[in-house]
């Protein structure tokens, strides 16, 4: 480099990371041979890592076949490539630089033979015995991946050949597997006994390997004549050992991969090796979805072929009969959604293989596919993921302009795979998002910059994630429209085949749907087409997606042609992603988006579905009702608010928005403001003293759910006549029939039986009857039922009053007599028994059964009746709050506290969850599969975990009952 002013300048110019090193290493390489280096430094250019490269070959000069390598151009850039392109590479280079005459010639595919006879000859196998020991074959496994990445780096067009790569992975592969179980059986005395047959799975029985990757393999093995079965198998095992041994220890060559046989019937907990009739009772008998899933890539790569032939031709019809099995789709899906839920957050966004729109999704969907519609054609019978792709467009299942956009963009993704790998032959599928240096040589090696290495990688992502509701659901359109798709050719039969595998249980139906929505060339037709790809998509993740597309179709009915609709899904996916889970998890929201479709407005935002305060609430129906002239009108404006604002509840709930404290509470103010909208409404025809009005139970602790009643008292001044409480009596009924009549929109029901006398007693009470009865003649119950008590509406003020005099009958002093705690008791245990309907199992009865909400309840109300007097912070109606005070003031301990409140936010979630699933109340657990999946998916659960819903429940509520037996009970 003498013509060169500067050498690191020259260096520097021409993209060297270190120029001042990489100037040492040329002038100590100058200086060593007395003159320039024969390197032209322009052959660096398209080199991932330069500096890396550089220093290799200067080490390498000093062997004498550098002298061959310099006199080819040809040879010294294939040469450049791998050692700038792997480290680990370039160093079994430097250690053995006459390895680097397999790069002499562009290397070819040599196929599963050819590198079966490479690695025979490197390692001295001659009629299944060889000579070299194992480290020969580790050399020998650097020097095949030098060669194959050698035809990789060198490639015009990288991106085209990924597939051929892959291929060439999996047939070094084969034949390692089937040169270290020579090896294997060399070291196991009796190995002779046994036949072995290894089934590659995954990647390499799809031959579509990665460059540094666990390999997956099942043992078969069946002995000899004359050789029992249980040595055999025992022999076999030892062979199966010995072989993972050879092929996952390091030495001083390295390793060559691990062998990783999780994929085996029963993984990691059943034996090693299995015979053939074995492995058949299993897959009959035992094996669950994804296990046949993982069988679609299975196939005989090593030792007895037709041992491993006959494995395959056993399991082989099974796979295809799996997509007919109870939800196998929906577990599908599941476990990739649990895949994608354990990826760090912090490597999420650029996991090449398990992000979002990564490789696994590809495969995913091309698999799924596969396994749908496999069952009926036998042409999509085949293993990986480039010739199921094909097949798949070949036989009209996926449009041909979709299917070769995701082709290019899943080789483009195995492109990067390939080369984080190389770099440091390390098994990682993350591309460098702290170290600029890693992108850019990974850029530079698929002949990019990093900027655009990354905005490739993105849209790659974000294309695949649109291609998959595309080539899932627009199929299922065109099968039932007369818009044509380029090169599909889906039946109806096929489409009905798909509806079902996706989870929707009447595929005739929901095809009849699809149909009735994007009929005909209106602009709403044509808007539903462009809509319906995402929707299914988003109605299939739901517990009843028969019922959300059915709902989407009443819904976009209802409201015709109203252009915001339509508009407004097409143009925000969140609105319109909300708008599936909602119709397919949700009875209660569709019967009042039903009723009012416009509430879909709500979901644009989540400030539009944050509840109102009962002042807010109060203000709005006044309002309201203020507007109309007729007393018909004004209610029905009131009601229509009240229905607006449950959809608005139950939205936020159902969206993860709302937790159950600010859903008890949000159903509690509703119902402050509605019942002062009645009286406010009934005093427009009444003429009535001010009343006030007491909310007990569920609404005096802010815990209300769907579907609770309000219980109350009503209260009037002192000093008012009988004349003047007759009037407050029928302004009271007459506001319980605004608010409580049957009608199209919710009423709510107003319950006044907790009243002094019960329903014998008069329905409205002055200030003074109410202290003078609390005092003289009320149960031991009222007292109780006073711990919940607090003013709810109308006059706060006289409500106050009540309960300012009746302290003392609720918090009494010195705590509640012997005699008190057995009438408690004794009414708790008649109410389960009476109250429990005949024939409902009593451990899933979330409000009476053991642990369930009354069984919490009435223990911590016990206990403020006994400790309030004293402890006056413990006069609180809310459970939860008074929970905390209790422990906090050393009555109960931490443990008790937890398990108390963990019982019932669980019970009362679940009734909450099932009337939004249902749309009618229960208090009992379900038993019924599908509706425990729907309440699970509610509740938050992943998809397919109703089970764990259903075991934690009954653990919680278990571990209450303990505590109320030892706190109320003893």
Known sequence: MTRYQSPTAEFARRGFESASSAARIWERWQERIGGPPPVDLALFESVADRDQALDCLERLSVDAVFDEVIGDAGWLRRLLLVLGGSSVLAQTLVRHPEEARVLQATPRPRGRDGWLAFFAGRVGLREGVIEGDTDALRLANRVALIEVAGRDLGADDPVAIVDDIAAELSNVADAILEVSLCYARAEVAGSEQVRIAILAMGKTGARELNYISDVDVVYIAEPVDGTGLDQALAIGTRVAAAQARICSAHTQEGSIFPLDAGLRPEGKAGPLVRTLESARVYYEKWARNWEFQAMLKARPAAGDPDLGQGFVDMVWPLVWQAAERPGFVREARAMRERV????????????????????????????????????????????????????????????????????????????????????????????????????????????????????????????????????????????????????????????????????????????????????????????????????????????????????????????????????????????????????????????????????????????????????????????????????????????????????????????????????????????????????????????????????????????????SDADCMFVVPDGVDPEAISKATALVRRAVEIIGKPGPDPALIIDTDLRPEGKGGPQVRTVGSYGVYYESWASTWEAQMLVRARPGAGNLGLAAEVLSAADRFRYPAGGLRPEQVADIRRLKARMEKERIPRGVDRERHLKLGPGGLSDVEWTVQMLQLQHAAALPELRTPSTLRALEELTRLGVIQEGQRSRLAGAWRRASELRDAVMLVRGRASDTLPSDARELAAVAVVLGYPTGEASRLENETLRLLRRAQGVVEDLFWS
């Open 340 to 707: 994608i839920s354990l990826i760090p957050a912090k490597q999420a966004n650029h996991d090449i293989k398990l992000g979002k729109g990564g490789l696994r999704d590809t495969e995913f969907s091309v698999q799924l596919l596969q396994l749908v519609h496999g069952r009926a054609d036998e042409r999509l019978r085949v293993r990986g993921t480039f010739g199921g792709l094909h097949q798949l467009v070949e036989c009209g299942y996926i449009g041909r302009a979709d299917g070769a956009e995701m082709e290019q963009a899943y080789r483009f993704q195995r492109l990067l795979e390939h080369r984080v790998q190389l770099r440091r032959l390390r098994r990682s599928h993350l591309l460098p998002d702290d170290d600029a240096s890693a992108l850019g040589q990974i850029a530079r090696s698929v002949r990019s910059d990093p900027d655009g290495l990354v905005k490739g990688w993105r849209d790659s992502t974000l294309r695949v994630r649109q291609l998959q509701q595309r080539i899932f659901f627009s199929p299922l359109l065109e099968a039932v429209s007369a818009v044509p798709t380029d090169g599909l050719k889906l039946t109806t039969d096929a489409a009905r085949d798909r509806m079902l595998a996706m989870g929707f249980k009447d595929a005739r139906s929901a095809l009849g749907h699809i149909q009735a929505l994007t009929r005909g060339t209106t602009r709403a037709a044509e808007i539903q087409r462009q809509l319906l790809p995402a929707m299914l998509g988003w109605f299939a993740e739901g517990p009843n997606p028969d019922f959300g597309l059915l709902a989407f179709r009443q819904l976009s009915e209802a409201l015709g042609s109203v252009s915001w609709y339509l508009r407004a899904l097409r143009d925000d996916a969140n609105m319109a992603h909300r708008l599936a889970r909602i119709a397919s998890s949700s009875r209660y929201i569709v019967d009042l988006l039903g009723r009012a479709p416009d509430m879909i407005r709500m979901l644009s935002s989540n400030e539009e579905l944050r509840p109102r305060s009962a002042a807010e609430l109060t203000t709005a129906m006044q309002r309201a009702a203020s507007r109309h002239e007729s007393v018909d009108s004004s209610i029905a404006s009131v009601r229509s608010l009240r229905r607006t604002e449950l959809c608005r509840i139950a939205l936020a709930d159902v969206l993860g928005l709302a937790d159950l404290g600010t859903v008890g509470t949000a159903l509690s103010d509703l119902a402050s403001a509605t019942i002062d909208a009645g009286l406010f409404l009934a005093r427009s025809e009444i003429s009535a003293p001010e009343v006030g009005v007491i909310a007990v139970g569920r609404w005096g602790g802010w815990e209300m759910n769907y579907s």
